[in-house]
């Protein structure tokens, strides 16, 4: 073949390279977003508008699937890009592939109640066997005869307890 | 919150999903108590307490109150009456909403006002740190209350029948003994918390 021939597929070759790692960046890029967007939103200790939470929540509520999706996309991309590039630019996709794998985990976990620890199971001890300080604040409700109390100490820790008091389902948080 | 059967988004401070399947919809508001111990366990020898769980128990932080206050602020609003992480005791009648210092609650309890149309009392307990609220009247009559004074005994005493009352809001002496005034819901809350899910509140001034 002659050599002048073979520029513009050299060209076009390099071209369709260059589209193939925009498209792969940019499939990182969004999968990240899937899980960053809703994480810096709803970070602790940050106001929250009602549309910023709302934004977020939507997002977090489509992410597992499409989470998937843009990593398959990634890693389909990376495949048809590997024997294309350098040995750095492998690296480049490896890392872009990791980044999104991990977006495609955290959109599953329910990472923002890690901070909360929920009492599954509630136990009880009855009211004089309990070493509780008397100057201790609780929460208390009272369904017939029924009562209850919930030491703030312990509800500042677990947030959230579930509990059937009198017959009555309530959930006690704080 | 999130419920396990939805995943819906509930909002603490209001019961209200604001978020999945269940957004729209509340949760009723048990009533409750926030008590010392020691007086909870008064009213109810024969109540559960919820068990300390083992594995976490080192983790509750006897100091939990003084280390609120030194996370990071949520909401400020400046210019109003209180410091954001003040603790207010608020009230909501008819839609009418007032926060109440908990330093003025303790100083000048009980506190006689009214809201809403409703007059109520706001008082705090025989261990000074409890705080209930009832609507102070009697088979339709507004009455007022006060403190009783003398003896060791904390009690209450209305002005229009003399009877005297406990902290269950109950008439334990007098024409009215066997009576109990209607309690009314409180919630004890930082004075940001509050006011940014009741924007119209007043704040109280003695």
């Known amino acids: ?163 059937v008091v009198g017959g009555v389902p309530v959930a006690v948080t704080y | 919150m999130r419920d396990e059967e939805t995943g819906s988004w509930w909002q603490q401070a209001s019961g209200q999903a604001i978020f999945g399947a269940l957004k729209g919809e509340s949760l009723e508001l048990a009533p409750y108590d926030e008590l010392t111990f020691g007086l909870w366990k008064q009213e109810s020898p024969a109540g559960q307490v919820l068990a300390p769980v083992s594995k976490d128990e080192k983790e509750y932080d006897s100091k939990w109150e003084a280390e609120i206050q030194k996370l990071p602020l949520v909401l400020t609003f400046p210019g109003t009456a209180l410091q954001s992480r003040d603790v207010v005791i608020g009230l909501e009648v008819a839609g009418a909403s007032r926060a109440y210092p908990m330093s003025a609650i303790i100083a000048q309890s009980p506190i006689q006002d009214r809201l809403g149309g409703t007059p109520f009392l706001l008082t705090a307990g025989p261990d000074g740190k409890s705080v209930r609220a009832f609507v102070s009247r009697l088979d339709g009559a507004d009455i007022e209350l006060f403190r009783k004074s003398g003896g060791d005994k904390w009690v209450l005493m209305d002005s229009a029948s003399g009877s005297e009352w406990n902290f269950q809001g109950c008439a334990t002496s007098g024409l009215a003994q066997g009576k109990c005034l209607e309690r009314l819901p409180l919630l004890k809350d930082f004075w940001f918390d509050w006011r940014n899910y009741h924007p119209s509140t007043t704040v109280y001034r003695h």
């Open chain 1, 1 to 163: 073949m002659c050599p002048v021939a073979m520029i513009p597929e050299i060209q076009s070759a390099n071209r369709k390279s260059f589209a193939l790692a925009l498209t792969f960046a940019l499939s990182v890029c969004l999968g990240l977003f899937l899980f960053l967007a809703p994480a810096v939103i709803i970070r602790p200790f940050r106001f929250q508008s009602a549309r910023a939470l709302n934004f977020a929540m939507s997002v977090r509520q489509q992410a597992p699937i499409w989470s998937l999706i843009f990593a398959a996309v990634t890693v389909i991309l990376a495949a048809f890009l590997w024997r294309r590039v350098s040995r750095w630019k492998k690296v480049l996709l490896g890392a872009g592939i990791c980044l999104v794998a991990v977006s495609a985990v955290m959109s599953r976990v329910d990472y923002f109640e890690w901070m909360f620890h929920p009492v599954p199971v509630p136990g009880f001890e009855a009211a004089d066997r309990s070493k509780l300080d008397s100057s201790e604040m609780v929460m208390s409700v009272r369904f017939g005869s029924d009562a209850r109390a919930y030491p703030i100490r312990a509800m500042a820790y677990h947030h959230v307890v579930n509990d």
